[in-house]
C-alpha cells in the first residue's frame, strides 16, 4: 500500500508540473526540480531497495562513476562536448550538481531491472540498460534548456550520446556481473515518468 501511494504520488507531481507548466507556471514549478530529484532517489533506495551492501556500494559506484565523468565533461569538453549546468539541478560543487551523480546511480538502477525483464544474457541486458538511458538523455537535451537544467554550446552532438550509451554499458555490465536485481514495478515507474515528462514537455514547448 505505501509503495503504490508513493508510486501514485511521484506520477501526480509530475503530472501537476506539466499542467502547471503548459498554464504559463514554469517558472514557479521548474526550480522545484531539485526536490523532485531527491524524492525519485528516495524513492529508488526505499522501493527497489537500495539496502543490501552489495546494492548500495553498486549505487555509491554508479553514484561517483556519473560524477565525475560529468566532471570531466564540462571541465574539459571532453566525452559530452561543451556544456554547464543550470540553476535548477540543485547544489553544486566545482560547478557539478550532486544531484548529477543520484541521476546516473537511479538511472542505472531502474533501466537494469528494467532490462532483466527483456534479456537474460549479461552483455544483451548491458545494451538494452545503456539504451533505455539514452532514450531518456535525448528527450531531457531537447527541454534542458528551457527548464534551467543545463545548456550546450551549440546543442548535444552525436558523440555525447555515444558517450552516454558507452559509460552507461560499461556500468550496466558491472551491475550483472553482480547481479542488481529488484523491483520492477517500481523500477519501470520511476524510469518511464521521467520519460514522459521530458517527452511531455518537449511537445509543451514546441506548440
Request: proline letters at 2%; a positive charge.
Amino acid at each position: 500500500m505505501i509503495k503504490k501511494a508513493a508510486l501514485i504520488f511521484l506520477w501526480v507531481v509530475h503530472i501537476s508540473a506539466l499542467i502547471g507548466i503548459a498554464l504559463g507556471q514554469a517558472d514557479f514549478f521548474l526550480p522545484k526540480s531539485p526536490f523532485t530529484l531527491i524524492y525519485i532517489t528516495v524513492l529508488c533506495i526505499g522501493l527497489i531497495p537500495v539496502l543490501s551492501r552489495k546494492s548500495l556500494l553498486l549505487f555509491a559506484l554508479f553514484f561517483t562513476t556519473g560524477f565525475v565523468v560529468e566532471w570531466i565533461g564540462v571541465h574539459t569538453g571532453f566525452l559530452f562536448g561543451e556544456y554547464y549546468y543550470g540553476k535548477n539541478f540543485g547544489p553544486k560543487i566545482d560547478k557539478i550538481p550532486i544531484l548529477i551523480g543520484a541521476n546516473w546511480a537511479v538511472l542505472t538502477t531502474v533501466t537494469h531491472i528494467i532490462s532483466q525483464k527483456v534479456a537474460s544474457n549479461v552483455y544483451l541486458k548491458a545494451a538494452l540498460g545503456a539504451s533505455l538511458m539514452v532514450l531518456l538523455d535525448f528527450f531531457l537535451e531537447q527541454v534542458c534548456d528551457f527548464a534551467g537544467f543545463w545548456h550546450f554550446e551549440g546543442g548535444a552532438g552525436w558523440f555525447n550520446y555515444v558517450c552516454w550509451w558507452i559509460i552507461a554499458f560499461v556500468l550496466h555490465i558491472v551491475a550483472g556481473r553482480y547481479k542488481l536485481k529488484g523491483d520492477f514495478t517500481s523500477a519501470l515507474n520511476i524510469y518511464s515518468v521521467q520519460l514522459v515528462f521530458a517527452a511531455a514537455l518537449w511537445f509543451i514547448i514546441t506548440t
